[in-house]
């Protein structure tokens, strides 16, 4: 195993390097893998306010002041001690979330995506783009599997809190992205880390879409 604060140093720097090197638009993701990450962020001098950022992902139907909300695991992260210029999520309390998703992709399509951070689900998905979501997506509304609802679920006060929908940047908006730092922590996500590194890419396991990024960088704690 390889030591989880080297791992974090590593990933700060490689994103301190894209913002020295003037990357000024960030995509950011929400879980607990980017919690040391955010941290190490939070207590730097790093300076985001003449950047923009934009997430990968939000429920759909949870309030933006719930606290599993991503706006406010965000805000609680991240943008309350390092604010950007402007910060985008998609909206998950659209009355209409396809609508949403639609004009979601359009600010991203009018955007210079400099750098994209990621995790990676257990079934090897890359923001909620679920196994079989087709290589070509846009953001959409996605029904999360159950296999993605229980892995979150220790979040919420019980299963049932988790949402059912979400709103995900999809794959080809995110493979637009000129450089990508891929973080995989903790031995659930052997398998689709495994199919990334030595598999074959398929839609089945849709981060192995990576395969052809030309800038990915993976950090893991695991030995492949």
């Known amino acids: 195993m390889i030591d989880l604060d080297a791992l974090y140093d590593r990933a700060f720097n ?8 003037g990357s000024k638009n960030f995509g950011l993701a929400t879980g607990g893998t980017m919690l040391p990450l955010y941290e190490r962020i939070r207590n730097s001098e790093l300076d985001f306010t003449q950047c923009e950022s934009v997430n990968l992902d939000e429920y759909v139907g949870l309030q933006k002041t719930h606290p599993e909300s991503y706006i406010s695991f965000m805000k609680q992260q ?32 009018n955007m210079n995506l400099n750098f994209q951070l990621l995790g990676i689900g257990e079934n090897g998905h890359i923001g909620f783009n679920e196994p079989g979501t087709p290589f070509d997506s846009e953001t959409h509304v996605v029904e999360l599997e ?23 940047m999809g794959i080809s908006s995110i493979m637009r992205a000129e450089q990508i730092l891929l973080i995989a922590v903790g031995e659930k996500k052997r398998t689709a880390l495994e199919a990334l590194l030595k598999g074959e890419v398929t839609e089945d396991v849709p981060v192995t879409i990576l395969k052809k990024h030309p800038n990915v960088i993976v950090l893991t704690d695991l030995v492949i």
Not at 14 to 21: G, P, Q
Not at 146 to 166: C, W
């Open 14 to 21: 490689v994103l301190k390097e894209a913002l020295d090197n």
């Open 78 to 109: 991240l943008f309350n001690e390092k604010p950007f210029k402007k910060s985008n999520l998609p909206n998950g309390e659209a009355l209409d979330p396809h609508e949403e998703a639609a004009c979601y992709e359009s600010l991203l399509q």
């Open 146 to 168: 159950e296999s993605t609802r229980i892995a979150n679920a220790r979040f919420f006060n019980s299963l049932d809190e988790v949402p059912t929908k979400a709103i995900t």
